[in-house]
């Protein structure tokens, strides 16, 4: 999948990927898009999501070993893990540039307007968009005009509590 990515952006705009922005459970998706974007001969920058709630990578990353949390509720249920993957550990650990965790609210959004564009995902497929958006409300990791930015949509539609503040 990684690499009819990389083939259909040269077929499509000729540049290659300098953001890739995966989801994040126990961390087996994220290690491959790790592995493979920073293996090429200029590695992209490679950024973790996950939901508020069950951020355990971007808690081991902090604490710099495996910490297991205890997570809450999301609507990101595919991503709601308490553990990073000690397998996975090992690489994503020197190869995640940003680790990024977003509400339920910001993927609940993100979700309604990748709809309206035709992408039709769930929540933890719109986790990569919010991801993004603060990225770049930050001014982080370079991003600008000139950035090839790739999300990974890792979940397609599903019915899912909305969010309490916006069904009000």
Known sequence: MLTETDRQLEEHTSK???HAIASVGV???AQAVSMHYKSKNTPAYV????PDTAACLKASLEADKVIPIVTGRTIMNG???GTVSHTSWKILRYGV?????VTDMEAHRDLQYLHT?????GPCGAAPLSALRQLCKENKLGLNKESVV???STEGAREYLVPESASN
């Open 47 to 50: 950024i973790a999501v996950e």
């Open 150 to 152: 790739v999300l990974f």
């Open 27 to 29: 961390g087996s998706w």
């Open 79 to 81: 991503m709601c893990c």
């Open 97 to 101: 540039d940003a680790s990024v965790a």
């Open 16 to 18: 290659s990927t300098t």
């Open 117 to 121: 564009q035709g992408v039709k995902n």
